[in-house]
C-alpha cells in the first residue's frame, strides 16, 4: 500500500518537510517513490505538485493525518 507522508529534512530545530509518496513499509527517512511537495512548518509555506498527487490518490494511496490537514487546506483533498 502507498501512503502520502512527510519526509523530515533541514537541520536540528528548524525542520521542513518533503511530502513523498512511499510504500507502508519504509521508515520515516526511508527510499520514497516520488515527492510531490514541501512543507515548511515555521513559515507555513507549502508547494504541491497536484497533478502527482491526484495521480496517486486515484491509484488508492491514503495520506496521513497530517498531509490530509495540509491537502485540504490547499483544496487539493476535498473531504
Known amino acids: ?29 526511508g527510499r520514497d517513490l516520488r515527492k510531490v511537495g514541501f512543507y515548511d512548518p515555521i513559515y507555513n509555506q507549502t508547494h504541491l505538485n497536484v497533478p502527482a498527487i491526484l495521480y496517486f490518490l486515484e491509484r488508492g494511496a491514503q495520506p496521513t493525518e497530517t ?13
Request: glycine share 8%; proline share 0%.
Open 67 to 79: 498531509v490530509h490537514d495540509i491537502l485540504k487546506k490547499a483544496g487539493v483533498y476535498g473531504t
Open 1 to 29: 500500500m502507498v501512503k502520502l507522508r512527510l519526509k523530515r529534512c533541514g537541520r536540528k530545530q528548524r525542520a521542513v518537510y518533503r511530502i513523498v509518496a512511499v510504500d507502508v513499509r519504509s521508515r520515516r527517512e
